[in-house]
Nanobody
Framework: QVQLVESGGGLVQAGGSLRVSCAASGRTFSTYAKGWFRQVPEKEREFVIAISASGVGTKYADSVKGRFTISRDNAKNTVYLQMNSLRPEDTGAYYC????????????????????WGQGTQVTVSS
């Protein structure tokens, strides 16, 4: 069982930066692929960014390419989402997700691919 806890959300002005973290329980987090999704009320959950268990592979939603990066620190069982050049449309609840990776290089972008989710952290970007 893996438990995920996000932190670091908040209010930021457009053009600013924010880093959100996702801390995981369990000693084998390094064998899990991770991803970030976001959701606003009355809209579908949206894929943002993901990283393979090995850390070699990453995938980004087109809307965040060049602005967001994902990284992980296996020693701390933590995955990070660094968000730069934030826009009002980046506002939403951000959720981290994890799943055991079949292959260490696999990257998963579908919400249904993941079976562990955090509780979410709110990011609000003001114009």
């Amino acid at each position: 069982q893996v438990q995920l806890v996000e932190s670091g959300g908040g209010l930021v002005q457009a053009g600013g930066s924010l880093r959100v973290s996702c801390a995981a329980s369990g000693r084998t987090f390094s064998t899990y692929a991770k991803g970030w999704f976001r959701q606003v009320p009355e809209k579908e959950r949206e894929f943002v960014i993901a990283i393979s268990a090995s850390g070699v592979g990453t995938k980004y939603a087109d809307s965040v390419k060049g602005r967001f990066t994902i990284s992980r620190d296996n020693a701390k069982n933590t995955v990070y989402l660094q968000m730069n050049s934030l826009r009002p449309e980046d506002t939403g609840a951000y959720y981290c997700a994890a799943r055991f990776a079949t292959y260490s290089s696999d990257v998963y972008i579908g919400g249904d691919d993941y079976n562990y989710w955090g509780q979410g952290t709110q990011v609000t970007v003001s114009s």
